[in-house]
């Protein structure tokens, strides 16, 4: 199923895969599974993998391909501490790097990373990133204070030893 949802600060609609739908596309989920899942939802305003991972019908790799699929339709802003950092997607790049462009790696899935900026412009961004990663660059938005937390969090200055 296919969801209006509008593109942030422009007031516009672009029509975006539901992540039921396109998790479904990925592990076996029955129409039954996601009208149960949907269901479920309603109740406790969990999100659909969340419920479908703790209902054993999927694996986690499995919800992040899913959301990496769903951001090829367009850049999402998302909150850092809700959606996690996966350590090894942000050891993929190297500090100076991340706080030059001022990115971090949140979740690789396949041949896709998922870059979390504060930037409105993101072109060179992907261009660049692309060639350093050698993988497809997709991105989320986030505020630009809690990446800037979030950045020294993965990569701590390096301590002097004295």
């Known amino acids: ?57 999927c694996q986690p790799e499995h919800v992040w391909n899913a959301w990496c699929r769903q951001l090829a339709q367009g850049v999402e802003r998302v909150d850092l501490a809700q959606v996690g950092v996966d350590a090894q997607a942000a050891a993929m790049l190297p500090a100076e790097v991340a706080r030059e462009l001022q990115v971090l790696p949140v979740r690789r899935a396949e041949e896709v990373i998922v870059i979390a900026t504060a930037a409105d412009e993101i072109t060179q961004l992907a261009v660049d990133l692309t060639k350093r990663l050698a993988l497809k660059v997709m991105f989320v938005r986030v505020e630009a204070k809690q990446l800037r937390e979030m950045i020294e969090n993965y990569y701590p200055p390096l301590q002097m030893a004295g």
């Open 1 to 57: 199923m296919v969801s209006a949802v509008p593109i942030a600060g422009r007031g516009q609609m672009i029509q975006r895969w539901r992540i039921g739908e396109l998790l479904s596309r990925i592990v076996p989920l029955s129409t039954h599974d996601v009208e149960e899942i949907l269901q479920e939802q309603t109740g406790t305003h969990r999100k659909f993998g969340e419920i479908a991972l703790a209902w054993g019908l």
